[in-house]
């Protein structure tokens, strides 16, 4: 079973931009690319998805590049409520499974 | 987006008992989801559980281990049976979204101790 990692933590400022990749070399063809943010004690909570390219929602960008063996969660301006862990969820072309990545913990500092 | 609860928001219990835990969801929904998160880690796909059939199960989970229920379309409980303290872990329920089974909305999590 292919496994979807992910960078263990990140730190970050208040206002900057923040970017997190997730590798997932093994996505079946057809499946989207979804992201969550969890909170401790809480479940993890939809932030984006896409299939190819660029997907930008109120939140966050999500970008995909044409072999879709990667995405790269875009924050813009992150705050201290953004510190969260995130997690990238997509389909195992191996199993058909959704799998979701190893989670990247981002602190935000001011 | 749907709004899911469970019960018991967290528990200690002793080994060889079993604890049923409740995933109660606001609107009707056709697949529900069980999950297992250890502390620190991410999330392990236990089911899948469809109301009107048999809970789909992960390899490395029995329904032995892990019964689950699906008597309506907004209810459902995974019962972790004869728990051994590698039992202990955050289970939680989610449901699929309108769009896709991608989109998921979790509940907050049972987090069960077994000593």
């Known amino acids: 079973l292919a496994k979807t990692t992910q960078p263990i933590s990140m730190d970050s400022y208040e206002g900057q931009e923040v970017n997190i990749t997730c590798s997932h070399n093994n996505i079946a063809t057809n499946d989207y690319i979804t992201w969550y943010q969890q909170f401790p004690s809480q479940g993890p909570r939809f932030i984006i998805q896409g299939y190819k390219t660029k997907v930008t929602n109120e939140v966050a960008s999500l970008f995909i590049p044409a072999d879709r063996k990667s995405s790269t969660l875009s924050l813009p301006r992150v705050s201290l409520s953004d510190t969260a862990v995130y997690y990238c969820l997509v389909g195992d072309i191996g199993t058909d499974k959704l799998i979701f990545g190893t989670g990247t913990r981002l602190q935000v500092f001011p | 987006s749907a709004v899911i609860s469970q019960k018991p928001s967290r528990d200690i219990c002793q080994r060889g008992t079993s604890l049923t835990i409740q995933c109660q969801v606001d609107?009707?929904?056709?697949?529900m989801f069980w999950y297992r998160q250890q502390p620190g880690q991410s999330l392990t796909l236990i089911a899948t559980a469809n109301q009107g059939s048999e809970a789909t199960y992960e390899s490395g989970f029995v329904i032995d281990k892990f019964p689950i229920s699906r008597p309506n379309l907004t209810f459902s409980t995974l019962t972790v049976s004869n728990m051994s303290p590698e039992d202990s872990s955050i289970y939680l329920c989610s449901v699929g979204g309108t769009s896709s089974s991608y989109e998921q909305y979790f509940g907050p999590g049972t987090r069960l101790t077994v000593t």
């Open positions: 609107s009707q929904v056709t697949m």
